[in-house]
């Protein structure tokens, strides 16, 4: 754990329109640990998460990811918007994988991850094929690199859509509902996936409703409700004692 955290949010606000989604998230994610994010349908779990990518930006407070503002420069007092290839450099240090997994349809497993290195980075395809191999492996994908998308099942394609995340080497991995699309017999190899990436030290957020995942790998848990972090600690402690009675009643219909 380094002194700076990762990702910090301090009086975080984010409005559509009339709609205020975010009132003022403060939260802290430190180096190397696994943050779980929780609550109900519609608090703003992942427009935090899109925030943080800055996919949206937000409208009030400040939140940083390794010590640099998301989206603007500070000069003094001042807060400059950055360019739009600034930006884009921000987001290459992120992964993130969602619900959905947004494979390329017309690529095959390999080729899907190869892609951004390649792409983006200006990577050689030999240097990028040897990652996406390694990765493919280690998400136990070895004997499926050659194949497309329509010829996996929901999990496999999920792994490949966190190995691909994974080949730009991010120092941050935003994960929201990544196993909640999947028939529950594949999800448990999505969650070994995690946990070996868990204990490799990468720092996750991950967005849940599989409680005891957040309970064996999480060390930090936060539950929100309508736009604010409602109450945060260790999972055990969350989930094992809540204190407030909105988290009790989110966690009586979800455990
Ligand atoms: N692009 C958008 N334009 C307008 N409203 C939006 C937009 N994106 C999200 N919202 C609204 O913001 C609120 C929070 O949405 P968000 O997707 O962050 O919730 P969530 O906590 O991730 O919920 P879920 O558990 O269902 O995924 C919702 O009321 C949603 O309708
Ligand atoms: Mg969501």
């Known amino acids: 754990m380094t002194g700076q955290p990762m990702v910090k949010a301090e009086g975080v606000h984010k409005s559509y329109g009339a709609a205020h989604i975010l009132r003022g998230i403060d939260l802290e994610v430190r180096s190397g640990e696994v943050f779980c994010l929780v ?26 990811v390794d010590g640099r503002l998301v989206g603007y420069r500070q000069q003094g007092e001042r807060l400059y918007e950055l ?3 600034e930006v884009a450099a921000q987001r290459r240090d992120i992964g ?25 980075k200006g990577e050689t395809k030999a240097v990028a094929r040897e990652r996406a191999q390694r990765l493919l492996d280690r998400v136990g994908l070895s004997d499926r690199m050659h194949n ?6 929901g999990g496999q394609q999920q792994r490949v859509a966190i190995a691909r995340a994974l080949a730009m080497e991010p120092k941050l991995m935003l994960f929201d509902e990544p196993t909640s699309a999947l028939d529950p017999e594949l999800v448990g190899d999505v969650l070994d996936v995690m946990r070996d990436l868990a204990e490799s030290g990468m720092t996750m957020i991950v967005v849940t409703h599989e409680m005891g995942f957040a309970r064996e790998v999480g060390d930090s848990l936060v539950f929100m409700d309508g736009g604010v972090v409602v109450e945060s600690g260790h999972p055990r402690d969350v989930l094992g004692n809540p204190q407030h009675d909105r988290t009790k009643a989110f966690l009586s219909k979800v455990l």
Do not use: W
Not at 39 to 64: A, Q, V, Y
Not at 148 to 153: A, V, W
């Open 148 to 153: 497309y998308p329509s010829q996996l099942s």
């Open 96 to 120: 993130m994988v969602f619900q959905r997994f947004n494979l390329f349809p017309h690529m095959t497993a390999l080729a899907n991850v190869m892609e951004a290195p390649v792409q983006v």
């Open 83 to 85: 360019k739009d290839s």
């Open 39 to 64: 609550g109900p349908s519609g608090s703003g779990k992942s427009t935090f998460l899109r925030c943080i990518n800055h996919l949206e930006r937000i409208d009030g407070g400040r939140l940083s």
